[in-house]
C-alpha cells in the first residue's frame, strides 16, 4: 500500500516516514520543497502544502492511506480547507487517515474527515519533547536554562512514539473512530528536564528561575501577542489535566513502552553542544 505522509520533513513527519519504510510500505512524502527534503532513501518526495489545496491534486492519486495535519506548518493556524481535502481523499480512494491536532478544539479538518466516510484516527500529543530545542542556544552557550514556573508539569511525548502509533492506525485494523491521547512515560518539571539533559551531556546545567513578569518580557520581546501571553500563562499556571496525567495509550498502541525524556536528550545531545 501507498501512504502519503504530510509534514514529510517535521519532526513527526520524518520519523513516521522511516518507519513505514523500515516495514516494507510505500511512502509519498508531501514537503514545500522536495529538493531540500532530504528524505530517507526509497520515499517519493512531492511539492504540496496542506494549506493550498489546488497544490495537493496528485498528491491523493493511488494512496490507500494518509497522515494529516489539522494546522498549518507556517503559522500554525488551524486549516480551514479540510472539506476540500477530505473530498481529495475519499475521490481519490484513500481509506484511512490520520489527524495530527494541534490544539484542543477540533479542528475544521477534523470535522471535515469525521463527515467524510474515511476512517479516521485523531492523533492528540500533549507536548512534543522537541520543544526543549527552544533552550539548546543558551546551554551551548552558558550552560543555562532560564524559565519560570518551576512547579509546571508536563507528560511531554517523543516524536517518534506519535509517528509509532501514527503508523499503527494507518496499517492495522481497530483503530478507526478514536482520538488518542499520547503522553511520555512521566510527567516532568522544567528543573526535572534540565536536570536530565545535563546528565545527557555528562557536564551542569544550570537552571535558573525566573519571575512571571520576566518571562512575560521576554515573551514579548520574542515578539509574542498578548493573546499568546495569556495561553501561555494559562497553560502553565492552571493547565488541562491532561497535559499532565501519564497515559499508555503508546504502550496499547505499539506494544512498545513509551520512549522517556531521557532518550530524548541522549539522541539530542549534539543539539545542546553535546
Same mark, same amino acid.
Given at each position: 500500500?501507498? $501512504? ?9 513527519? /520524518? ?22 527534503? *532530504? ?5 517519493? !518526495? ?5 494549506? &493550498? ?15 494529516? $495535519? ?9 486549516? #480551514?480547507?479540510?472539506?476540500? $481535502? ?30 467524510? %466516510? ?20 543558551? $546551554?551551548?552557550?552558558? %550552560? ?10 508536563? !507528560?511531554?511525548?517523543?516524536?517518534? *512514539? ?8 494507518? #496499517? ?5 473512530? @478514536? ?9 516532568? #518539571? ?22 512571571? &513578569?520576566?518571562?512575560?518580557? @521576554?515573551?514579548?520581546? @520574542? ?12 497553560? /502553565? ?25 531521557? @532518550? ?9 553542544? %553535546?
Amino acid at each position: 500500500m501507498t $501512504i502519503l505522509v504530510a509534514g514529510a520533513t517535521g519532526n513527526v513527519g /520524518r520519523p513516521l516516514v522511516e518507519q513505514l519504510l523500515a516495514s516494507g510500505h510505500q511512502v509519498r512524502a508531501l514537503t514545500r520543497n522536495p529538493a531540500k527534503a *532530504d528524505l530517507p532513501a526509497g520515499a517519493e !518526495a512531492v511539492a504540496g502544502n496542506l494549506a &493550498d489545496t489546488a497544490s495537493l491534486a496528485q498528491a491523493f492519486d493511488g494512496v490507500s492511506a494518509a497522515h494529516l $495535519i489539522s494546522f498549518n506548518g507556517e503559522d500554525f493556524s488551524p486549516l #480551514t480547507n479540510g472539506v476540500e $481535502i477530505a473530498e481529495l481523499a475519499r475521490k481519490a480512494g484513500v481509506r484511512r487517515v490520520t489527524v495530527l491536532k494541534g490544539d484542543v478544539e477540533k479542528s475544521p479538518l477534523e470535522e471535515a474527515v469525521e463527515a467524510s %466516510g474515511l476512517e479516521w484516527t485523531h492523533l492528540s500529543p500533549v507536548e512534543f519533547m522537541s520543544n526543549a530545542l527552544e533552550w539548546a542556544e543558551s $546551554i551551548t552557550s552558558e %550552560g543555562v536554562v532560564r524559565e519560570a514556573f518551576a512547579e509546571a508539569k508536563s !507528560a511531554m511525548v517523543h516524536e517518534a *512514539d506519535i509517528a509509532a502509533v501514527a503508523a499503527v492506525a494507518l #496499517t492495522a485494523d481497530g483503530h478507526a473512530g @478514536q482520538e488518542y491521547w499520547l503522553t511520555g512515560p512521566e510527567a516532568l #518539571t522544567p528543573p526535572d528536564k534540565v536536570r536530565i539533559i545535563a546528565e545527557a551531556l555528562g557536564r551542569e546545567v544550570r537552571y535558573v528561575e525566573l519571575s512571571q &513578569d520576566e518571562i512575560v518580557g @521576554q515573551w514579548r520581546e @520574542q515578539g509574542y501577542s498578548d493573546e499568546d501571553i495569556e495561553f501561555f500563562i494559562m497553560m /502553565r499556571t492552571n493547565p488541562p489535566e491532561a497535559g499532565y496525567t501519564v497515559l499508555p495509550t503508546v504502550e496499547k498502541v505499539t506494544g512498545r513502552p513509551a520512549r522517556t525524556f531521557a @532518550q530524548w536528550a541522549r539522541e539530542n545531545a549534539a543539539a545542546f553542544g %553535546g
